[in-house]
C-alpha cells in the first residue's frame, strides 16, 4: 500500500464577525494511505468535516500542508457524499447519475452504459427512470454514492453520509459501501458520528478532540476483511467499539 496524501500540520482558524475567531482545526496531521477507508469520528464542531472541506480543496485558505502523491484533477478525482442526498428533484435517477459523465468529453452512450452500470452494482437499476422523490431516504442515498462515483475520482469524500437514516437502511447501505469498496478500491474519508460505523468499514479509525479540533489518536482496527454481519458478533468488534466509545467520552 502507498501513501497517497499527507496532511501535516494543518491548522484552520475561521475568522468569524465582530473579528471573533475559530480554530477549526489545530495542528492536524495524517497520512492517508491509497485504497483504504479511514473514518473521522469526534465530538460535534471538532472540525471533521473542515478537514474533508481541506482535502476536497473547497477552502484553500489554512496553515500547513497536503501533499498529494499524485494532485487531484478538479471536478474529477474527488467524490463527495452528504448526509442529505443533494440529488437534483427534476432530473431521473438515470440522469442525475449521468450529473457528473456530462460535458466531460464522453458520448450518451458511453455515459448510459456507466450509469446502467452503476445503477446495477447498487440494485436500482430499474429505478433509472424514476424521480428523486418516488425513492426511499436509503435509496437516494445509494444513488448518491454512485453518481459520486461516476466519473471515477480517486478518493470519496463522505460526510456523515448514513446519518439521516433509520438502523435497519444504515446497516444495509454500510453493506452497500463494503461491496463497492471491495469491487473498486477506493480511498474512502468518512466522517461518523457512530463508533459502530467507524468500527465496521474502516481501515483506521481517526478520534478527533474538541475545541480546538486535534487528532487525539488514530487506531488501526482490528477486524480482519472482508466484513459483514457477523463481523458484528465479534467480540473484537464491541471491544473496540466501546474503547473508541470510551475516548469520545
Ligand atoms: N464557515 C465557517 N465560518 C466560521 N466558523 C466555522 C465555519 N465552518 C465551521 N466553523 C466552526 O469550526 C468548528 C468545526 O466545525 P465542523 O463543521 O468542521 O465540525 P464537525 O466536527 O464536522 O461538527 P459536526 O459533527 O457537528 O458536524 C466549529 O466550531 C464551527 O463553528
Redesign the pocket.
Known amino acids: 500500500m502507498s501513501k497517497f496524501l499527507a496532511i501535516t500540520d494543518v491548522t484552520?482558524v475561521?475568522?468569524?464577525a465582530k473579528g471573533q475567531s475559530?480554530t477549526?482545526?489545530d495542528d492536524v496531521s495524517l497520512d492517508i494511505e491509497d485504497g483504504q477507508i479511514i473514518a473521522l469520528i469526534?465530538?460535534?464542531?471538532?472540525?471533521?468535516?473542515?478537514?474533508?472541506?481541506m482535502i476536497a480543496g473547497l477552502d484553500g485558505e489554512y496553515e500547513g500542508e497536503i501533499a498529494w502523491a499524485t494532485p487531484p484533477k478538479a471536478g474529477r478525482d474527488i467524490g463527495f457524499v452528504f448526509q442529505e442526498h443533494a440529488l437534483l428533484p427534476w432530473r431521473t435517477i438515470q440522469r442525475n447519475v449521468a450529473l457528473g459523465l456530462e460535458g466531460k468529453g464522453a458520448d450518451k452512450a458511453a455515459i448510459n452504459a456507466r450509469v446502467a452500470e452503476l445503477l446495477t452494482m447498487v440494485g436500482l437499476a430499474d429505478f433509472a427512470h424514476s424521480y428523486p422523490s418516488e425513492l426511499s431516504g436509503g435509496m437516494r442515498q445509494r444513488v448518491a454514492i454512485v453518481r459520486a462515483l461516476a466519473y471515477n475520482p480517486r478518493i470519496l469524500l463522505m460526510?456523515?453520509p448514513f446519518g439521516a437514516l433509520d438502523a435497519i437502511t444504515r446497516d444495509r447501505l454500510q453493506d452497500d459501501l463494503l461491496r463497492i469498496w471491495e469491487q473498486t478500491k477506493k480511498t474512502i474519508v468518512l466522517?461518523t458520528?457512530s463508533v459502530e460505523e467507524a468500527a465496521y468499514l474502516a481501515d483506521r479509525v481517526v478520534v478527533?478532540s474538541?475545541?480546538p479540533?486535534r487528532i487525539r489518536a488514530i487506531h488501526n482496527v482490528p477486524l480482519p476483511r472482508e466484513r459483514n454481519q457477523s463481523t458484528r458478533e465479534l467480540p473484537e468488534f464491541a471491544q473496540f467499539a466501546n474503547m473508541l466509545r470510551g475516548q469520545l467520552a
Do not use: F, I, N, Q
Open positions: 484552520k475561521y475568522k468569524a475559530v477549526a482545526l469526534g465530538p460535534s464542531g471538532c472540525g471533521k468535516s473542515t478537514l474533508l472541506r460526510d456523515e466522517v458520528h478527533m474538541a475545541r479540533g
